[in-house]
């Protein structure tokens, strides 16, 4: 069953599989001595830079903790979209777990505004206010939206002029670059980027995410928060072993520019149908819509997605759904429409 609720409830890509097998034989030394994990490092680097630091996690929650932990002080707060999974997907976890003040900020299209960075970029020497040190992005965003590497680079900008560091929530990296058509350093490394997750789960991976730290200061103690974060994975070997094979012939890019394509070609289809709005452009792997509500009753019944609490349905589309598969969705969406 294909369904369109979220890329978490595709399988895992065959290519995967068949690294995981392929790394099931024989010992290796575990907690991320191990050979793949090594290669792993040389990867990464190729595509983010040669300061990249890579740390493989188990998910894009325990990410995101343990790089804002990297960005912060214990006293620190970091400045994210209202829409931001770490702000209402994370059950308070950067909260909880990292002790980290967030100030959201209202998003549009799932986007922060500089303005909105610069409004909350103050009181840095008031203990009675945590310390804003650190913004984050979602790239892609929670609504399928994706940032400009000019945008990322201004909002690096202005954090760094005021002592505060850039992290980007990446558990949709792939389909970002995949809707930039430019290499992942553009809009990371290049653009001023400290820290990031690059997701795995998501992407056609069975789990894992990897922190990645691009800012060399931010290493310091990363093998320390990444344990008592309880993300140190003993056979990393398995996690390490997934995403060589995402980077091998270019895995990621092909299965996000697939997710991608299908996104749009859903959108394209049910776009200019009587009484829908698609509220937010789809530039990555997430149709947001608007339907009337008998419509929207008839698509529950015979297909599997989430309504978003703003009002919409959210369509996701995975490195697996197929051409068929959307154009069931899109005529189903016609007929409930024009019945
Ligand atoms: C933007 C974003 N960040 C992070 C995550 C990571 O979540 P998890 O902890 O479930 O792997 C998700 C998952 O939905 C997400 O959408």
Redesign the pocket.
């Known amino acids: 069953m294909t369904t369109f609720a979220?890329?978490?409830h595709s399988g895992a890509h065959p290519e995967v599989l068949a690294a995981l097998a392929a790394a099931g034989t024989g010992h290796q030394v575990s907690y991320g001595r191990d050979a793949f994990t090594a290669r792993l490092q040389d990867v990464f680097r190729e595509h983010f830079g040669d300061a990249a630091q890579t740390y493989p996690v188990?998910?894009?929650?325990?990410?995101?903790v343990v790089a804002l932990q990297a960005a912060c002080d214990r006293w620190g707060a970091v400045v994210c979209a209202d829409t931001?999974?770490?702000h209402v997907?994370?059950c308070g976890a950067p909260e909880k777990v990292a002790g980290l003040k967030l100030l959201a900020v209202p998003a549009t299209n799932g986007k922060i505004k500089i303005a909105d960075v610069r409004r909350e970029a103050w009181g840095f020497d008031d203990e009675h206010r945590a310390r804003p040190q650190a913004v984050s992005l979602?790239q892609?965003?929670?609504l399928g939206t994706v940032y400009t590497p000019a945008e990322i680079r201004a909002i690096a900008d202005l954090a760094h002029e005021h002592g505060m560091l850039l992290h980007l929530?990446?558990?949709?990296l792939a389909n970002a670059a995949a809707h930039l058509g430019v290499p992942l350093r553009a809009f990371t490394t290049d653009a001023g980027v400290d820290v990031l997750?690059f997701?795995g789960?998501?992407n056609g991976m069975v789990?894992g995410?990897a922190v990645v730290v691009l800012n060399p200061a931010l290493n310091r103690g990363m093998d320390y928060l990444r344990k008592s974060s309880m993300q140190l994975i003993s056979k990393m070997r398995f996690v390490s072993a997934q995403f060589l094979a995402m980077f091998e012939d270019d895995l990621w890019l092909r299965s996000a520019t697939h997710a991608n394509a299908m996104a749009t070609r859903l959108a394209d289809q049910v776009r200019d149908l009587p009484g829908v709005t698609i509220p937010h452009p789809v530039q990555a792997n997430a149709v947001f819509i608007r339907l009337p509500e008998p419509a929207l009753a008839e698509l529950h019944a015979q297909f599997t997605f989430h309504d978003w609490p703003t009002g919409e349905a959210r369509w996701m589309t995975s490195f697996d759904t197929t051409p068929e598969d959307v154009d069931a969705l899109a005529k189903a969406t016609r007929a409930a429409l024009t019945r």
């Open positions: 979220s890329d978490n188990l998910n894009g929650t325990g990410a995101n931001a999974h770490i997907d994370e979602a892609s965003t929670e929530d990446g558990a949709r997750s997701g789960t998501k789990l995410e």
